[in-house]
């Protein structure tokens, strides 16, 4: 079986406890997590065979989060050990009815916004493997860190994988002098397929639409539009999924996408997601869920599969996605009643 290569930066992530404010208990709860880490387990935990590459110092914070991940399966080889730096860490506050949630991020002078395209020996990360997935994260941390995954990008279309991205626009990171469409725009000229909802098209690549989500229900030709334009900006693009977010209350959000494929537009259904657990990773779970759909799947079955996986995450604490397809191909038949298996 190919491998799957995903590229960024894992985290501490420490949490408040259930809904409280931070630091309402003199206590965090430590997890580990970050987009494309997040993507790398959710994919092996369906089957796939995945490598999550970045950079860590030598430290037994770091070593606990290679642990986390080689317990899910994912190959860890290729992450870069380095005398500088320090393991990334964001603070999340999980919200509640009309209060939001919050996430503070402590990344700077991470191993991972230091590293140099020279750490990465790409051809030897990328031997076995047919896909490779990175987000707008980890170019928003650093220069060093934008020409690490521009190398990366590179040499994966070099060698033939299929380079996805999930756009992702994270307004806190981008600090480092460059705006998020300088850097985006170059690096989604290797990409083949494109994940992201509808700010992170317009802040990423500059692509405006007419979209305000505020009103409750939300236009498909608006974003079969959107995702028009992405395809003619980029011809390269041959898939533009886009998440669509209604944003009820922290705990009540409703949840769907649409595809715009090589052989048609697509919808998937609409999931009520009247009790949010941890909506942190669901995008994750969206990519992680749509790669393993164009892989295996045709394109409607691709999108469907991928909105019904990160529906599940929401209901699963923490960043990674602990869901299996089988539960997965249950909500696709129907069953949402949440009934205990016995």
């Not at 799957?4 to 259930?18: A, Q, W």
């Not at 000229?189 to 700010?199: C, F, G, K």
């Not at 394109?299 to 996986?309: C, G, P, S, T, Y």
């Amino acid at each position: 079986m190919d491998k799957i290569v995903t590229f960024g930066e894992i985290m501490l992530r420490l949490k408040s406890f259930e809904h409280e404010r931070f630091f309402q208990r003199p206590a965090l709860e430590a997890t580990f997590g970050g987009g494309e880490a997040n993507v790398a387990v959710s994919l092996s935990i369906l089957g796939e065979q995945t490598r999550f590459v970045t950079a860590l110092p030598d430290n037994a914070i770091a070593d606990g989060a290679i642990s986390e991940l080689r317990k899910h399966g994912v190959d860890t080889s290729a992450i870069v050990k380095t005398k500088d730096g320090r393991v990334g860490i964001y603070f999340l506050e999980t919200g509640a009815n009309q209060r939001a949630s919050k996430v503070v991020y402590d990344r700077n002078m991470s191993s991972i916004s230091l590293a140099k395209p020279s750490d990465f020996d790409w051809a030897q990360v990328f031997e076995g493997a047919k896909w490779f997935h990175v987000t707008g994260i980890t170019p928003a941390l650093s220069q060093t860190a934008a020409d690490c995954a521009i190398a990366a990008v590179k040499k994966a279309k070099e060698m033939s994988l299929t380079v996805s991205m999930d756009l992702n626009y994270r307004k806190k990171l981008w600090n480092y002098g460059k705006k998020a469409p300088e850097v985006m725009r170059a690096l989604v000229q290797y990409a083949d397929v494109i994940v992201a909802n509808e700010e992170d098209i317009q802040k990423c690549l500059g692509i405006e639409a007419d979209v305000d989500v505020t009103k409750g229900e939300l236009s498909d030709v608006v974003y079969r539009q959107l995702a028009e334009k992405v395809k003619s900006m980029f011809p390269n693009i041959q898939h533009v999924a886009i998440t669509l977010r209604e944003s009820i209350s922290a705990d009540r959000n409703g949840w769907r996408a649409v595809l715009h494929g090589v052989n048609g537009f697509y919808e998937s259904q609409r999931y009520a997601i009247d009790d949010i657990i941890d909506r942190v990773g669901g995008g994750d779970s969206f990519s992680a869920g749509l790669i393993y759909g164009l892989r295996h799947l045709n394109e409607k079955q691709a999108l469907d599969f991928a909105v019904a996986a990160s529906c599940l995450k929401h209901s699963v604490p923490g960043d990674f996605n602990l869901t299996t397809k089988a539960e997965i191909e249950t909500l696709l038949k129907g069953d949402a009643s949440g009934r205990v298996q016995r």
